[in-house]
């Protein structure tokens, strides 16, 4: 009984571990999102920056855009960017 | 020399293993995990790779990976950036798998493998590329690679000669043509990522013709393409870029409809959307490859990516452009760039010379004789010894002509998506019933999906309208053709609404058991030709194991297993406790 109850608890304290770790994550990621996106984000409005490419589409005679992706030295392929 | 690719947390994580130029050993991890699409670290299938050829992760030369990982967080962040603050959920969801996983690939490795030695990174399309010029059979080739995004690339198109490949274009995310049709998926209430083969195949129920489909007309005003095949998605019909669902409420109301609950009906509109969606992915493949030729000049063109397995689209190629071979990889989704990444560093980084086709799939892997009995003895199931490889065969294309439903499990498991012979669920596709009957009581599945048949390569030409010669993809169920008409009554079951069938053929080289037991089942029914689907039930992965297989037949209406030369029977054995129609989701 003692055994059942220790696992239970083991079980119930793992369990509101997790979930305490999720609502701290969440929170950290919610100010990071706030602080971090947001400003960058309204900043770059500000300056009409545009991450995506969202141009106006008639403008253009072919949406290929040039990627020339040939082999390199091989020290390029250890980054990871 | 041993080299490692892996590619993960994405979706269909996979590995695979090269020594001295040729791929040894691949493996979808979905298959050991049994999680249908499984986007984990793959430890599973590289464990498999490594012992296949009994060696530790420190004979590897090198692992290679398949992708720029950095590259694909700056769209991500990008997305967020672009979409403050629509993103939040989609921030708050996605951020903890690229803190603890994505960013840290290299020590996840190092840490999992007890790896010392080097990590490469392959961006994401060219380990497509890779994954179908380096292994195809053409010294020469023109490569499109068309999914849904890699780190910034959606859709590319170049030239491979001998070692080396040139990706010189491409189309950008947001502009996905994999997106579009993943979106239009999600709208007729399908997964994402899972289910765009069953709206290739809902297609065939709707109107083909873009003059009178006017849902044809309305998609059109989504996308703008050119002649050249590329494309432009005006964005406002999509809500992918920032939110985890894919159409807006925009396109609900272009479509006249909101999206489609899984349970709902279908109705002639989604057939109609589904066959608009076919129709305009067909114009800009053709397009873009049309274009791709021109530019190339070759006449050998290669395809990966997940878009490589529309096999309705594949089988029009050599039709509607100036190309005159293919081949595809037939894992063209991302499971397929592992293939890519330990080609690309091999054949082109360490120029070495190409010697290696890739004219099969049985990558996977087997179970000894000696295996599959103990199998069967310890969990006490009752079965037969065939007597010999001939009694084998007469034996089972006996029981699919008396309309048996047969659970094929031989040899190594296959590299893919697609059931191949090996991990196979075999029927008889002269009887009109077994579509009905393997969709219900086999597969779980919905009623309008059709079956595939498998012929051998000779006999092809005589029931499909084939390219000639056969092109190598057929090999890997990646192309469909229409069924002569004469036979379209003679196997109703193999036959889908439009009168085509996505044929597997096979080639006795590749697979000489599985090859003589179709030519054994025409010899007494006088149609040389098997209903082949894959081993499995609606949202499982392929069955790996013969448990996979045992537990499946038991569970389903598979009246035989067939394992290497053991026959189970259903009915000889107690039911086992699994129920398979309540485990089946999509």
Known sequence: MITQFTKGFKKGSKAFGENISIIVNSLLLFIVYLIGVGIVSVIAKLSNKRFLDYQEKK??????????????????????? | MYILGISCYYHDSSAALLKDGKIVA????????????????????????????????????????????????????????????????TFLSSMPSWVNDKLRVTKKIKKELKYK???????????????????????????????????????????GDANEINLMKEIRFP??????????????????NNSEYKVMGLSAYGNKNSRTNT???????????????????????????????????????????????????????????AAALQLIYEEVFTKMLNYVHKETECENITIAGGCGLNSVANGKILQQTAFKNVWIQPAAGDAGTSIGVVSYIYYTLLRNKRTYIQDNAFLGPSYSKTEIKRFLENNKIKYNIFKNRQELIQKTAKLILQNNVIGWFQGRMEWGPRALGSRSILANPCNPEAQDLLNLKVKHREKFRPFAPVVCEDDALEYFECDKPVPAPTDFMLMVYPVKKKWHKKIPSVTHIDGSGRLQTIRRSQNPLYYDLIKEFG???????????????????????????????????????????????????QKHIWDSEKSARD
């Not at chain 2, 961006?123 to 499109?144: D, E, G, N, T, Y």
């Not at chain 2, 029914?525 to 448990?547: A, D, M």
Request: proline letters at 3%.
């Open chain 2, 215 to 273: 849902y044809y007309r309305r998609l059109k005003k989504v996308i703008d393409i050119k002649d050249d095949g590329s494309y432009y998605l005006d964005m406002s019909y999509f809500v992918y870029q920032y939110a985890d669902r894919m159409p807006s409420r925009k396109l609900c109301k272009l479509l006249g409809g909101g999206v489609r609950q899984y349970s709902e009906k279908l109705t002639q509109r989604h057939k109609d959307i």
């Open chain 1, 59 to 81: 403008s253009r005679d072919t949406y290929w855009s040039g990627l020339n992706l040939t082999q390199k030295p091989i020290e390029e392929y250890y980054r990871q960017f």
């Open chain 2, 117 to 159: 030695g080097d990590v490469l990174f392959i961006q994401h399309h060219l380990a497509h590329a890779a994954s179908c010029f380096l292994v195809s059979p053409f010294k020469k080739a023109a490569i499109l690679t068309v999914d849904g995004v890699g780190e910034w690339t959606t859709t590319s198109y170049g030239a």
């Open chain 2, 175 to 192: 502009h996905s043509l994999g997106l579009l049709y993943s979106a239009i998926t999600a709208y007729l209430g399908f997964k994402v």
């Open chain 2, 26 to 89: 691949a493996a979808e991890e979905e298959r050991f995990t049994r999680k249908k699409h499984d986007t984990s670290f793959p430890v599973n299938a590289i464990k498999y790779c490594l012992q296949s050829q009994g060696i530790s992760a420190n004979k590897l030369s090198y692992i290679g990976f398949y992708e720029k990982p950095l590259l694909k967080f700056e769209r991500v962040l990008s997305q967020h950036l672009q979409f403050f603050p629509h993103s939040l959920k």
């Open chain 2, 523 to 573: 010899k007494l029914g006088k149609i040389p030709i098997l209903i082949n689907t894959s081993f499995n039930i609606r949202g499982e992965p392929i069955v790996c194991t013969p448990y996979d297989a045992y537990r499946c037949m038991m569970g389903t209406g598979i009246d035989y297993l067939v394992i290497d030369k053991f026959l189970v029977k259903r009915e000889d054995n």
